[in-house]
């Protein structure tokens, strides 16, 4: 019995859209990579993108366990000699609450190619609107 690998025109891509609101940050990331990555798919193949397309509204109520909402640092470098710039969770879902989430799930993708192009499949906005309604996005159902 052979291996199936999926090729790059057979792979159909469905819209699945996420309500944020009330949601724990990690357990939300993680199940929306697993989608993003095609996991979800009898049809998984490691070196393909076969995933599907994920909308998430209402990225800014996401929810954060704990004390991380003041412990929890996101750093950025300039390039320059002391160009060090750190922002607590608080302080980025104040400023640009969809890059906490863009963050957590970047981090559970491939560090590679394939990573990048698998990312470029989130789509994220703060209110609840989002104008991908033509696409006709399902709900992203799991069991909990």
């Known amino acids: 019995m052979k291996t199936y690998m999926a090729k790059k025109g057979e792979v159909t891509r469905d819209w699945h859209v996420v309500d944020a609101r009330g949601q724990t940050l990690g357990r939300l990331a993680s199940r929306i990579a697993m989608v993003l990555r095609g996991k979800h798919k009898p049809t998984f ?43 607590t969770a608080r302080q980025l879902l104040q400023k640009k609450p969809d890059e906490v989430l863009r963050h957590a799930v970047r981090g559970m993708l491939p560090k590679n190619s394939l990573g990048r192009l698998l990312l470029k499949k989130l789509k994220i906005y703060v209110g609840g609107e989002h104008p991908h309604q033509a696409q006709q996005p399902k709900p992203l159902r799991w069991e909990e």
Do not use: E
């Open 45 to 87: 193949t490691p070196h393909q993108d076969a995933g599907d397309f994920v909308v998430v509204v209402n990225a800014a109520q996401v929810h954060l366990t704990g004390r991380k909402l003041d412990q929890k640092n996101y750093y950025r470098h300039s390039g320059y000699t002391g160009g060090l710039k750190t922002l």
